[in-house]
């Protein structure tokens, strides 16, 4: 720890790289030369037009992304993509495909009836407290799309391996874990991001959209709700989220050239994961509350023996440094959420402090 | 100027006051004693929570709103409020009545069409190239509101007083005018405004809504889309611009405790306006575009005898550390844009540099 920050567990907005932190900092009040702070220079000059560049070649680099996919920032958060899919890419007459695997998904699936749309919920792990990845899907070899959460905050559940759609393009809202591993985006027809777990601040969506998909689009909707409007004008319609697209920028530099890529950031990400389970898997005391082979590597679940020992672990372990490990307000328990940006330090630093925590209590 | 720092007459983004600028800096890397960066926080913690309602209570004190009135942090800029107003607030078998003040203006009145729904633009100022805010307009008693734009940042013309409209709602963009001076918010049904100009950084637009406009909302629309879903929730429905926010929450305490309220801001804003109309208007090199009656006190646009000599005091302006000079792409010349941060320091530099470049080239 430095300058008396603590470890952050939160589950978003999250942790940064300190790095991107003291760049930012560094620079705040004269950016690049300008002679202007970051947040005070035009969306339209050679400054911003830099920074917006570089975010998008350093995303397509890290996920190996061909010219057939566009990376556009958009605003709204996840939240406001769960409706846009459905008015975009979702025509009349077809139905999409949803698998429901907790909150999000859930939402996500709302908005396609608020629209009058169709869709199949064609797979759900509601039966148990959405604690796993559902297998074996009956997809609809006509669907339209088929919408996946990849990773699951609240319950702690995570896809391991994303599922054979053959020709429907697949489409999944991973916010909690975009760009904390490789994958092969072939598959995707749309991929998106609220940036504030493991990719930037709140305030910027990223959306990673194939090019077949714009032509989906209708030509009625309002302006601003159309992804070709976005497509078109390279996320500068309008006045982008500068200082977030900033931040993001920097945060995928720090992945590339400090990290040295996705390969690396999720052999660093698979340690801090077997750390924390580990500890979990052999004690008595701490109970992860996600299947084996469904467990998140961002957001590690678990419960204490009781809700009082619960408590009692939050407020400890906050007076002791650690922060965010309460869980979210819909389930109770405890989360460790250890996006990109929390170290193994932290992770050993905490499974040390849950040991000693154990020895106390259990 | 401070640390190389330019003099900054950009449009927007814009100028932010570098009191609000140091105090980011300064606490970067560990905001409020929380030991993480204001990035970094949950949106759903007491520092944030602290951030968020002391900027609700600041703009309220400002604008003199009483409790009929709810201030909103939303997402998607000024645009997203040219369709999201008709969505919400324009029914069914209704009109709206639209004032045409020029290219923002005329995006809000397009977006109506799109959606399918009915306005009558009830004035315009397109006949003389937007150089001046309509006068007499025949409004209609029983339009859904009215829509007008009251500071127009291209063609450098804005409101000095609001028409009255009777008993409709007036509905304004004040993106580029809001904070800059007093004004009686009551026949105001909503307000909006893209911080980015006068109020904070790119990412966050705040909406000023009527209580009595929430019960029009239609149940049907997609959950984001409602202005209901985030004045229930307080804008926390998800997770809202935070750094935007804050910078926000930051410049009103600055216009509040530093400035001392609107009042004397609208009186710095109209001396720096007087000096530099007082230059154009004693010049014959120079000339102000906008009819004298419809001037901005925010955005000075003004030619100077060909466009060659605009090219060079463009650059040699940049040279001398004046920012932000060119006129909007779609009209070309010069404009300066003097929003609140910009004080009148810069602005009479920036006359002096004016009066310097005649000499040489007049």
């Known amino acids: 720890m430095k300058e008396n920050r603590i470890y952050n567990f939160n589950p978003g907005p999250a942790a940064l790289p300190l790095p991107v932190l003291e760049e930012i900092q560094a620079g705040f009040l004269n950016f690049a030369g300008s002679g202007m702070s970051v947040t005070e220079i035009s969306h339209r000059s050679k400054w911003f037009d830099e920074v917006a560049e570089d975010a998008i070649a350093r995303c397509k680099r890290l996920l190996k992304l061909d010219d057939n996919y566009q990376v556009l920032f958009l605003q709204g958060g996840a939240s406001m993509q769960f409706c846009m899919i459905p008015m975009n890419l979702l025509p009349d007459g077809k139905s999409a495909d949803y698998v429901n695997t907790g909150t999000w998904s859930a939402k996500a699936i709302k908005e396609v009836g608020i629209l009058g749309k169709k869709c199949s919920v ?36 995570q896809w391991a391996q994303f599922p054979d759609t053959g020709d429907v393009p697949l489409i999944s809202d991973m916010s909690s874990d975009i760009m904390s591993r490789p994958f092969d985006v072939r598959p995707f027809g ?34 601003m709700l159309k992804y070709t409007t976005h497509a078109d004008k390279n996320s500068m319609f309008n006045t982008p989220p500068c200082f977030a697209v900033y931040t ?92 990109n940006a929390t170290g193994t330090d932290a992770v050993e630093a905490l499974v040390a402090f849950m040991k000693e925590f154990e020895k106390k209590k259990g």
Not at 133 to 142: R, S, V, Y
Not at 197 to 218: F, S, T
């Open 190 to 223: 749309l991929i998106y991001a609220g940036a504030q777990k493991n990719i930037g601040p709140a305030g910027v969506c990223m959306v990673i959209i194939r090019k077949d998909m714009l032509e989906r689009v209708p030509a009625s909707l309002p302006t």
């Open 122 to 157: 064609v797979a759900s792990s509601e039966d148990k407290n959405f604690s796993y990845i559902p297998k074996n899907i009956p997809f609809n070899a006509d669907a339209a799309y088929v919408h996946i959460t990849s990773n699951n905050t609240i319950k702690g559940t």
């Open 248 to 339: 993001l920028q920097l945060v995928l530099k720090w992945l590339e050239e400090t990290v040295g890529g996705l390969d690396k950031m999720a052999a660093i990400n698979r340690k801090k994961a077997e750390i924390i389970y580990g500890l979990l898997d052999s004690s008595d005391f701490y109970r992860g509350t996600a299947e084996k082979d469904s467990r998140s590597e961002m957001n590690v679940t678990f419960r204490l023996p009781d809700e009082e020992l619960e408590k009692v672990f939050i407020q400890d372990s906050a007076d002791a440094g650690f922060g965010g490990l309460k869980g979210h307000r819909s389930v109770g328990g405890c989360r460790a959420s250890v996006y």
